[in-house]
């Protein structure tokens, strides 16, 4: 079991930047596939990013791809999502997710709460 617990969502101009962070408790944090997902009003939600166990390998939606960066530091038990030139369809509930196997195969195992991004003109 794990609990994810996201913050670091606001109001943003768009072309600005925002930090994500997803702060784990319980089993052991390198164990875990994390990720980051989105759903903007009256969408589906939709995967935005993904970083192995080990942080070595990360994979993008293409929507993202050169202006989000994930990141894991298992010593803080924390995965990030940096969001630089923020666009107004960025705007979204973000969440984090974690997985043993994969958080891109099939539903995720944990979610988080969710953490509010909006951007403005």
């Known amino acids: 079991q794990v609990q994810l617990v996201e913050s670091g969502g606001g109001f943003v101009q768009a072309g600005g930047s925002l930090r994500l962070s997803c702060a784990a408790s319980?089993?052991?944090?390198?164990?875990?596939?994390m990720g980051w997902f989105r759903q903007a009003p009256g969408k589906e939600r939709e995967f935005v990013a993904t970083i192995s166990k080990r942080g070595s390998t990360t994979y993008y939606a293409d929507s993202v791809k050169g202006r989000f960066t994930i990141s894991k530091d298992n010593a803080k038990n924390t995965v990030y999502l940096q969001m630089n030139s923020l666009k107004l369809e960025d705007t979204a509930v973000y969440y984090c997710a974690a997985d043993d196997v994969s958080v891109v195969a099939g539903m995720p195992d944990y979610w988080g709460q969710g953490t509010q991004v909006t951007v403005s003109s």
């Open positions: 319980g089993r052991t944090f390198s164990s875990y596939v």
